[in-house]
């Protein structure tokens, strides 16, 4: 519980600044999804067996939908489909260093 | 163990997934709860980014300053020119019309608005104002400039949404200022529009000033949209394009005015 609060804490502050901070960064027009490159690293980093990957692309998704234009879910559907293509590969294919709790 | 463990972790992802889909029934609610709640955090930090954004602009473009001061400085005696001769075509504009008896053109009703911050998908802006201030759909947005920034996209309660000239789904009428060439203005994306369907006759030239047309009904006509940045032709294509660089930028957007009475 403790876990997804955090993460909601999180994917709240990282919306908050792609919404309006990082406008005036952009590259070319170009503003980085920061919450899309937050599910994404936190699904290849954390252990094999552990679904906080899910929780997250679900939270991500959701702050996503809220400031988005485009019809509710939309978001969170990609993010969902993105993170459990990457546990897929992972588990099927490939070995890399995980975070392990200590 | 290791099932019911498993089992916990399904039924926590129900429940989960059961939430999100009650809040996507009321997803105006909940919009508008979240837009509200982080309002002030947005705006601090839209602010923030513009000031950030002023300091280290004014450290990188220094050498470029002073070419650009330069050419400002032309550009200023031109339009002083300009407007010296246009003040005596405005007092003579005002006689005829007194003489014909013709009033001047109903100004427009404005309704102010700070922008909060941008939407999740490039060029859309999200407004302070909402469907209670009197916004409604398709509504003009521009700014102090009178130069177009875009349309209203949706109206929510408190908040609306703005759709950028530079969104890809945007298009309207446009003509080159003084030449009677007519186009489509379309938004290509990632803050940037082009110019296009202009007749192939026709010469363009960079630096060409686009504004809206009179065809166009949803936006009144003569509004400011930007310059011609580069002209394409091509001896496939049967029309000409150009790219537009807006005259609006979005690093410099605070406040922003809807036109609430443009039909």
Redesign the interface.
Known sequence: MKEFLILILIF?IL????????????I????P?LILIAVFLINLFEEKDR?TG??SA?IGG?F?D?????S??L??LISIVIAIFIKYVIKRYVRVPSFKRA | MKFSQTRNRILILLTVIIVFLFLGFFQKETKNFFYSISEPFQKTLWRTGANIYDFFSGIFQGNNLKKENEGFKLKIQELEADVASLKELKTENEFLRKSLDIGLENEFKLIFTEVVGNGTSEDILIIDKGSKDGILKDLPVITEQKILVGKILQADEHFSKVMLITNKESSFNGKIQEKEVEGVVKGSGNLRTYFDLLPKDKEIKEGDVVVTSSLDKAFPKGILVGTVKEVKKSDLEPFQQAEISPFFDIKGLKNLFVISNSQ
């Open positions: 709240y919306v908050l600044f792609q919404t309006s901070f990082l406008v005036y960064f952009n070319k027009g170009f503003i999804n679904i899910i929780y679900m959701f996503l809220v400031f988005s234009e485009k509710f879910g978001y969170i």
